[in-house]
């Protein structure tokens, strides 16, 4: 019985370390996740910026 709480402990134990030495690769895949949506959205801010300027001109021409 105890060998089995042992081994159930061992497991758990492996499995929380396991977990715990992905975080850097998790977190560094989850900022560069990030990284592209905030460039995506200040893309697409720029053009929809640019298209209203033009389309401002456009209304004054």
Do not use: H, W
């Not at 989850?30 to 640019?50: D, H, R």
């Amino acid at each position: 019985m105890q060998i089995n709480s042992y081994n159930q402990m061992t497991n758990s134990q492996a499995n929380m370390i396991q977990r715990i030495a992905n975080l850097p690769k998790e977190i560094f895949q989850a900022q560069m996740v990030t990284s592209e949506k905030i460039m995506k959205l200040a893309i697409e801010q720029n053009i929809q910026g640019s298209a209203n300027k033009e389309n401002g001109l456009d209304i004054l021409a």
